[in-house]
């Protein structure tokens, strides 16, 4: 179980590696909100996302032994550049698995982060088998994208950072609203912010209709979500909470809040304009949610948690939303 | 004269008010570039450019009685809004002056800053008439835009905050490319870099066709402009250098750098891309010129001074550049 100890002794491994990213605000998102809004950019950390820190947390946790012998994932996202840039500062082969149809742009950002990719085909191959041959064969440590101890404390660095930069704000109270996919960077966020700023109550925001987090918060158990495809927030999309994650959140979270798609996309063309900030909808749900849900208290921090954008997809935020 | 102990003095007094801004870099755009870059990035400073160290700066430094009276400004830009926060903050009334014909956007914005916009016709009336009558009348302090010392020490602010953050990434020398337009954020940074990072080497960069500052320094005199439109980079047009900051320039920058329109749009689109960072085309002109020039070192260090760009020019990079 991930606890405090974990946590710091990420945040002692990542140091001068990772960014400190910055809490922004902007008086006039401010007022668009009616509400203060602190913004924890993660979008400006290396890679574009705090996955940078999760997989920084567990390649540098590894014996080195084992590490020499290079580390695994499954991702075709933000985890694949996290867990690629990690290996090759620490020297190390990384192999990511990628779905044959990802995004070219995807696949190429990940290969110059001097990853070796290898494509599987999505309707005739078994992902999963592939990676326990690729592991076996060569050693490889799989690194797995939230459920994992030492990626929940890398990512709750982050949560570390908001309580000393709230703390210098004066900020003494607030609700921590999270980009919550598997649960890690939310997991993370929580269990920090109980040993470092007791005062903050931590919140999962999620897309609608895929709000698996906040069901299982409410029902008490895992929830599944019905189906995985259909939304722009592709980053944080899972089909669960994580089996190590849920009982974390469940713990120590408030309720789950949702944002549709259109207030993904509003959100990032408000924070374009006043905060001059790139995210993706995925990034932005917490924002959208601090934006335009009605039950929350006046100071309210958000992860902007990602910011690997395709240009259409920015470009129909700033059509429908941008002045 | 500005000096090192100005800018000192403006940076205690800014402490805990403007942001410190980070200096962020990416792999993916070190390859691009064919070079190491760090990007200061002021389009994350408050108002979205660094305009606001200066405006701090110089209100900061009035006596109490004198800033009680209020301020006054000439801007329909970013020196606008960074004037029109600062005074809002300091609890002083704020008059700005702007065209009539300035895009409804930048008076909405200086507005909502608590300013009070006056706006006057650029073809049948005198703005400095207009301004001295008001300044007289109401007892307002005119803030210069960049021909003032406390100004200058504001925005070098910008050069410790540099020289701190090169050191601790382990940054001997580099050559430090500014945007520049009347050259107070030059002028600031060389001052605070002479004191505190020898080693580095400041060259401002411009627009293709108002390069009066690279003219200025090679003839060794001010040189003015042939003319004041026709290129994208509003917020870094000026008719001259200034008669405080030329000195200043000559003394401690090397030769001047310009890139073009199309230039400056293609670094806004890879610092979108490799960044999430949102730029003007005036606060990309100096990443335009460390991407696409020549004459450079391994390691150069650039301002990205603003981020206050509409969406349709910001489409404009996206359309051409991003992939």
């Known amino acids: 179980m991930t606890d405090i100890a974990q946590i710091e002794a990420a945040a002692a491994r990542l140091h001068g590696h990772a960014r400190v990213t910055p809490l922004l605000n902007a008086p006039l998102l401010d007022a668009a909100a009616g509400r203060r809004i602190f913004v924890k950019a993660e979008c400006l950390q290396l890679t574009g996302s705090f996955k940078f820190r999760g997989g920084w947390s567990a390649i ?36 990511i698995l990628m779905p044959s149809d990802a995004p070219q742009v995807k ?47 890398g990512q ?9 930069q709230a703390a210098a ?31 903050f109550t931590v919140r999962p925001a999620e897309p609608e209709g895929f709000d698996d987090a906040a069901r299982s918060l409410a029902s008490g158990r895992i929830e599944r979500n019905a189906r995985m495809a259909g939304s722009l927030c592709d980053a944080i999309l899972t089909p669960q909470p994580g089996e190590i994650t849920f009982p974390i959140l469940s713990r120590l979270c408030g309720p789950g809040l949702t ?3 259109d207030e993904a996309l509003h959100a990032m063309a408000l924070a374009f304009t006043h905060l001059r ?29 990602g910011g690997n954008v395709d240009p259409a997809t920015f470009r129909m935020a700033l059509d429908r939303h941008a002045t």
């Open 60 to 95: 540098s946790a590894l014996d080195p032994a084992t590490r020499g012998k290079g580390v695994m994932a499954y991702s075709s996202g933000n985890h694949a550049q996290g867990v690629a840039l990690a290996a090759q500062a620490h020297g190390i082969p990384a192999v």
């Open 107 to 153: 696949i190429a950002n990940t290969r110059a982060y001097g990853a070796e990719v290898i494509l599987y085909d999505r309707a005739t191959e078994d992902r999963d088998a592939i990676g326990a041959r690729l592991t076996a064969e060569r050693g490889l440590t799989l690194i797995k994208p939230f459920d994992d101890a030492q990626v929940i404390a």
């Open 156 to 164: 709750g660095t982050t949560g570390m950072e908001i309580a000393a």
């Open 169 to 199: 704000l004066g900020i003494t109270g607030a609700t921590v609203i999270t980009c919550c996919g598997g649960g890690g960077l939310t997991a993370g966020i929580a269990l920090a912010l109980q040993a470092r700023a007791p005062g």
């Open 259 to 261: 944002a549709s798609d």
């Open 277 to 305: 900030i790139v995210l993706e909808p995925g990034g932005a749900i917490a924002l959208a949610a601090a934006l335009f849900r009605d039950d929350l208290p006046d100071t309210v921090i958000v992860t902007a948690s």
